[in-house]
């Protein structure tokens, strides 16, 4: 065993999958290293997703894993999930704005709280300066590989504040 990974191995199969312990155990955990400020909300939003996917917790924070009662048996081990996907939201967040949320009932009304305040925020400006950002690259001295990201960072950026529409009212 190599610190905290042992080998799952799955019976019938020649394949093993490395498992962290440390997934479900630790409330100072970060997701990531994107802090949420009043300013990043897009991208700070898809890098949470992306591990809450990863560590099979998407449905706390999307409503398709609802509270049970609370005489229910599967209460506890419900709320204790609950409050460690709440514990890891708000470590991914500065601290001036943890005093803003700290106080939510649960992680789904958490990330509604969060995205309410910061979804729709500053994204005409976003879209201005990141449209400034491409005009202005420029190759120089630099390799086509690190232009090319370059180009493709911004445009994905982009894509996050204005996603493929139909909609000629959006455009």
């Known amino acids: 065993m190599e610190g905290h990974l042992k080998e799952a191995i799955d019976v019938g199969s020649k ?6 312990y440390s997934d479900d155990t630790n ?7 994107v ?9 700070w ?15 706390f924070i999307n409503g398709s894993t609802v509270s049970p009662e609370v005489n229910d048996p599967e209460y506890e081990a419900w709320l204790s999930k609950d409050q460690l996907v709440m514990s890891w939201i708000l470590n991914s967040m500065e601290r001036n704005l943890v005093e803003i949320f700290s106080f939510s009932k649960s992680s789904s009304d958490l990330w509604d709280a969060i995205r309410d305040m910061y979804e729709n925020q500053n994204n005409s400006t976003s879209i201005f300066q990141i449209h400034r950002e491409v005009a202005s690259l420029h190759q120089e001295n630099k390799p086509f590989v690190q232009l090319l990201g ?6 994905n950026e982009l894509e996050m504040y204005r996603p ?8």
Do not use: M, Q
Request: charged residues 20%; aromatic residues 12%; proline residues 4%.
């Open 15 to 20: 394949f093993s999958t490395p498992v962290s």
């Open 164 to 171: 493929h529409t139909t909609d000629a009212t959006i455009l």
């Open 27 to 33: 409330t100072s955990d970060k997701l990531n290293y």
């Open 150 to 155: 370059s180009f493709k960072n911004s445009w």
């Open 45 to 59: 939003s898809r890098a949470e997703t992306i591990a809450l996917g990863g560590r099979s917790k998407l449905s």
């Open 35 to 43: 802090l949420l400020n009043e300013f990043n909300y897009l991208p």
